[in-house]
């Protein structure tokens, strides 16, 4: 019997995926040798109800073009397919079924770390996957009390609101995405108008 393959695993809403999310994964995959980092788009977002985003194909869509780029990027539907809204908890027990060759990491930023009590099954995550926090500029990492490896990732100021708002306002979004994902956006219409943020 081999070696359990090292599986990281980035959930995210996605809407759009920029390069904040993409050099955290870069920086994690090098630092723990993970073999691959799996890209896990949320259906819906249990902390974002209420709030408008790009359709599910969209924003999937966005992370097969990023992922594209970099062999060891993978986009795993498994959130969408699902439907309904999205919980971490269900996101590693499904992933554990469909790969049990793998440990799992799972990767999240500062913000959502700090919020990991609030999350569904909170007590079984540990179980399910070993956690990672990556530092994220104006986050701190310090309250989380939940017991995780720290990576401080290249502090890119990027977030998905503000590439949004880029779009929204005429600001180039270039640098900021892949430029794939920005061909993308462009093409579709994306965030023009009518998301509220
Ligand atoms: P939004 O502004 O819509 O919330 P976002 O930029 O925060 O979007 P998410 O899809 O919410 O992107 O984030 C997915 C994961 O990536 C989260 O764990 C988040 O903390 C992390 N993340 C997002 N941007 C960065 C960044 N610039 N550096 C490090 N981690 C990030
Ligand atoms: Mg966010």
Redesign the pocket.
């Known amino acids: 019997m081999g070696s359990l393959a090292r599986v990281g695993v ?6 759009p995926i ?1 390069l ?2 993409l050099a ?1 994964a870069s920086e994690v995959c090098a630092r723990l040798g993970l073999d691959q980092v799996l890209l896990t788009p949320a259906h819906s977002q249990p902390f974002k109800q209420g709030i408008d985003t790009a359709s599910p194909e969209h924003r999937l869509a966005m992370c097969e073009l990023a992922a594209a780029e970099d062999e060891r990027f993978g986009v795993s539907p498994v959130d969408i397919e699902r439907g309904g809204v999205t919980f971490t908890v269900d996101t590693l027990t499904d992933l554990r079924a469909q790969r049990p060759d793998a440990e799992l990491f799972f990767i ?5 770390l700090a919020r990991l009590d609030e999350w569904k099954d909170a007590h079984r995550l540990a179980e399910l996957a070993t956690f990672v926090g ?1 530092t ?2 104006g986050h701190s990492l310090e309250e989380s009390e939940w017991p995780h490896i720290l990576v401080e ?1 290249p502090a ?6 503000d590439v949004r708002r880029r779009t929204r306002v005429g600001l180039p979004i270039r640098y900021l995405v892949p430029r794939s994902v920005a061909d993308y956006i462009a093409a579709n219409g994306l965030y023009y108008g009518g998301l509220d943020d």
């Open positions: 980035l959930g995210g809403t996605f809407d920029h904040g999310h955290a999240t930023g500062a913000d959502a990556v994220r500029p990732a890119l100021a990027i977030s998905s609101t």
